[in-house]
């Protein structure tokens, strides 16, 4: 193999080098994205679920004075 053989597979080798590191670059970006989402629907979900609690605690409270007994959630 000459020396002008060898600068054109390193040439085609950088160029499938540059364009790979370019497609995981954007996959990395993706998953950033999709990742902050997801996080996102797990604060939302925690919030729902602490408000469901909240509720549920308030209308018990609610019921027990409605009835006249005492519920202790301490």
Do not use: H, P, W, Y
């Not at 080098?17 to 997801?38: A, C, G, H, P, S």
């Not at 925690?46 to 202790?72: P, R, V, W, Y």
């Amino acid at each position: 193999m000459d020396f002008a053989g060898a600068i054109k597979q390193v040439s085609e080798f950088d160029a499938k080098f540059r364009e790979l590191t370019k497609k995981v670059d954007e996959i990395l970006l993706v998953q950033r994205r999709n990742n902050r989402k997801m996080m996102e629907g797990f604060k939302c979900i925690e919030k729902a679920f602490k408000l469901n609690c909240s509720a549920q605690m308030t209308m018990s409270e609610q019921i027990d004075e409605a009835n006249g007994t005492i519920t202790d959630f301490d």
